[in-house]
């Protein structure tokens, strides 16, 4: 007997803790705070051949695309596990660009003009990335169209692309349709983020060779589709974030003594402490109901992706927060890697729409009018 | 091992020897607990069949689409959520046969007799008295207990009591069922803020219960009473709760209903609350799915305090948004309800109530606390009482 009544499955599988296994196994061994900040202080936070074990080896970068176009099969539930994984270490990876976001709009393009990028994408031979700013939300408004010059050329301007750096090939929406641009017809300029872990750069495209992949309909509604699953993902990478910083903080706690006590012992210090960790469990579930919805294709994926992202975002930065001040002094220095993740967690609460935004999301979503 | 089919078979086999229509509900809910279905997760021959405890839903939802009665379990929740896994876990074979059954069925409600005024957050601290009195085989009980909800109309109550003085708190306590009825017990309505006295005051002055009636062994209240306390505090994670289950729902109603009075400023508090009473709905989804595969996740301790706090922004928020409406009451006069409507009544009154929400099972200074230390592991504050006798401490 099944109780009555659908209703997300929140829990882990086996098999999703399996994957999470590996990809914390890797990133502890190649991705630590310490190596993270070398790179990112090298102005190269990338490391290759660490996404080449993490997108090919383990085989992450296909988990959504069918096994048919040469992927894993699998879906967004699993991709959530391996964006927790990467919060967690603050890794530097073009993950939800290549893996995600383009992995989407690639699905929805024409089967036929996709399927070669498909399976390059899923085998992790090159790294895709989409021509949008972080800071696009899904349902606002795409920003200006880059112009079709003619035969098969594109011209126009994108900003603040993350990731843009390590991409071997742009999807480009323009006004007759969506495009894939070699990157290394494109000239990119980076710019100074304010995450040190996924680096920005504008786009500049002058008469760049371009393949079409879909109409301009099609394009625009990939895109969108895209943006959703992203949003959705995003806040699993968000709880991976404030899971991290708890931990270091509880564990630093316990430790570190004033006034001839562990600093943890004091009753302010713990209701902080639990009160974070009441948020962190709930973010967790939004992220995990998120990741069903969009997995399930259920009618209310939308509704549930604007609450997982109006409510995660804000539990990442409190928690980096939280992480920088209760370390003291230590947490404000560049050596403790708190700045990595309090770094990376206002950025993500910039990336794929603010909280304020997918407020206004859950307000239609939901029935609950403006005045 | 008993399966969902063997289940479905015992279902229709009460249904067919028991019809809801032509069966009196006492005599309904006797046959349901004697077949084995009333949880069960129980032992057999106590209502139970040994089965996983995640197979009940589905027993319920059967026999309520049979139009079988159920057992108005909001009216009996202390008997349900704090006696009867007590008395399953501590209990004599005895006692288990005594009182089950007519717990179960709502024969006999149970009320809980810990807090003291004097012993609300430190429950440990409470000082009503149990002597024994050896020639009769009776403890003599003379105290006070406060905030029991139903004793005025239970049958049964979960009494602890201080049995040795001599020894530090925690180990001088035993665990009592005291009869409600018995001479010495006093019964008095507890008025609260609301106007009504859900609560009581209950006195206890040379009230006799025989040691028949004691619930492990002298001087091991303690940790019964934590067995107790336990089932009080996950028992809100087993229930599914739908959307805009709970206080969000009346909010989103009135907001819905009154394009009047909508202002942008109560807007964005309102999509602030209706995402956390959403998200706290799937963290309580989350624990009971937890709960329901055998892998109790420690959030249980935890959804209690998040449901206090939105509960109070939420109602504060709805008497706010009905401007000149939220300025009225319904009704001060003093009632003695059987059972509590969170969400029911008005605005003003789930404002009022929800108030109780961050004392009532456990302050949420206390659960906090317990998150720390038991969840995070953080160290325990310095203490001082515990090893000193209970006799000797500051009152």
């Not at chain 1, 894939?180 to 304010?194: H, I, K, N, Q």
């Not at chain 1, 943006?227 to 316990?254: F, K, M």
């Not at chain 2, 004697?34 to 089965?51: C, F, I, Q, S």
């Not at chain 2, 010495?184 to 206890?204: H, K, M, S, W, Y």
Request: net charge negative; proline share 6%.
């Amino acid at each position: 007997m099944t109780a009555p009544g659908a209703a997300p499955d929140l829990r882990y599988s086996d098999t999703e803790e399996e994957l999470r296994s590996a990809v914390r196994a890797l990133l502890a061994a190649r991705c630590t705070p310490a190596s993270v900040l070398a790179r990112a202080e090298g102005g190269r936070p990338h490391d290759p051949a660490l996404w080449q074990t993490l997108a090919a080896g383990i085989g992450t970068a296909g988990l959504l695309v069918p096994e048919e176009l040469g992927g894993q099969g699998a879906g967004p539930r699993e991709a959530a596990v391996v964006l927790e994984e990467l919060g967690r270490a603050a890794a530097p990876a073009p993950y939800l660009a290549h893996a995600v976001l383009s992995a989407v709009v690639l699905l929805h393009c024409d089967p036929a003009a996709a399927a070669p990028h498909l399976a390059e994408l899923a085998a992790g031979r090159r790294v895709y990335v989409p021509a949008l700013p972080l800071t696009q939300a899904p349902g606002a408004p795409l920003p200006p169209p880059v112009r079709d010059t003619g035969s098969g050329t594109l011209t126009g301007r994108a900003t603040s692309i993350a990731d843009a750096v390590a991409a071997d090939v742009l999807l480009v929406l323009a006004d007759t349709g969506l495009y894939a641009v070699e990157a290394s017809g494109v000239r990119l300029t980076a710019r100074t983020p304010l995450d040190l872990t996924r680096p920005l750069a504008d786009a500049d495209l002058r008469q760049a060779a371009a393949t079409r992949l879909a109409g301009p309909e099609t394009g625009r509604a990939a895109v969108q589709r895209a943006l959703l699953c992203g949003a959705g993902l995003l806040a699993s990478e968000q709880v991976g974030i404030a899971e991290w910083c708890l931990d270091r903080t509880v564990a630093y706690l316990r430790t570190r003594h004033q006034f001839n006590r562990p600093v943890g012992s004091f009753q302010a210090v713990k209701h902080r402490l639990a009160r974070l960790w009441l948020d962190t469990a709930a973010a967790r579930a939004a992220a995990r109901a998120a990741a069903d919805a969009l997995a399930a294709d259920a009618p209310d994926a939308p509704l549930t992706v604007a609450v997982a992202q109006a409510y995660c975002s804000g539990v990442a930065v409190r928690a980096a927060e939280e992480c920088v001040q209760l370390h003291g002094g230590i947490g404000m220095t560049w050596e403790h890697p708190a700045h990595l993740y309090l770094k990376r967690a206002k950025a993500d609460s910039l990336a794929l729409g603010t909280a304020g935004h997918h407020h206004t999301a859950v307000a239609d979503l939901a029935d609950l009018p403006a005045p | 091992m008993t399966t969902a089919d063997a289940l479905r078979t015992r279902v229709r086999d009460l249904l067919a020897a028991h019809p809801p229509a032509t069966t009196g509900r006492t005599a309904f809910l006797q046959a349901r607990f004697d077949a084995g279905l009333a949880w069960v997760h129980y032992p057999e021959g106590l209502g139970g069949l040994g089965a996983p405890r995640s197979l009940q839903a589905a027993v319920d939802a059967e026999l309520a689409a049979a139009g079988a009665p159920d057992n108005d379990p909001r009216r009996i929740g202390i008997g349900l959520g704090m006696a009867a896994p007590t008395i399953l876990a501590h209990g004599t074979a005895e006692q288990k046969q005594r009182f089950l059954r007519p717990l179960w069925t709502g024969e006999e409600v149970w009320c809980q007799l810990f807090s003291e005024p004097g012993a609300g957050s430190d429950l440990a601290a409470l000082g009503t008295r149990a002597v024994l009195d050896e020639a009769a085989g009776e403890w003599i009980v003379d105290g006070q207990k406060v905030w029991t909800s139903s004793a005025h109309t239970a049958r049964w109550g979960i009494l602890l009591a201080r049995t040795d003085p001599g020894l530090p708190k925690h180990r001088g306590i035993s665990f009592f069922v005291c009869d409600m009825h018995a001479p010495g017990v006093e019964v008095r309505p507890l008025r609260q803020i609301t106007g009504e006295a859900e609560f009581n005051e209950v006195f206890l002055t040379g009230v006799r219960i025989p040691d028949a009636h004691r619930i492990g062994d002298a001087g091991q209240g303690w940790e019964v009473a934590r067995t107790t306390l336990m089932n009080e505090r996950v028992s809100i994670g087993g229930m599914r709760i739908p959307r805009e289950g709970g206080m969000i729902g009346r909010l989103a109603e009135a907001w819905r209903e009154r394009p009047d009075r909508r202002t942008h400023a109560h807007h964005q508090r309102l999509l602030g609350l209706w995402v956390e009473a959403e998200v706290a709905r799937l963290a309580a989804e989350r624990l009971r799915q937890q709960l329901a595969a055998g892998q109790p996740g420690p959030e249980g301790s935890g959804m209690k305090l998040t449901f206090a706090r939105l509960n109070q922004e939420i109602s504060g928020l709805e008497v706010e948004f009905l401007g000149e409406d939220g300025l009225s009451y319904g009704d001060w006069e003093m009632t003695r309800p059987d059972t509590v409507d969170f969400t029911g009544r008005d605005a003003g009154y789930r404002y009022l109530r929800a108030k109780g929400n961050s004392i009532e099972g456990g302050t949420s200074e206390i659960l906090l606390n317990i998150v720390a230390e038991r969840v995070l592991g953080l160290p325990a504050e310095p203490r001082d009482d515990k090893d000193v006798p209970w006799k000797d401490l500051a009152r």
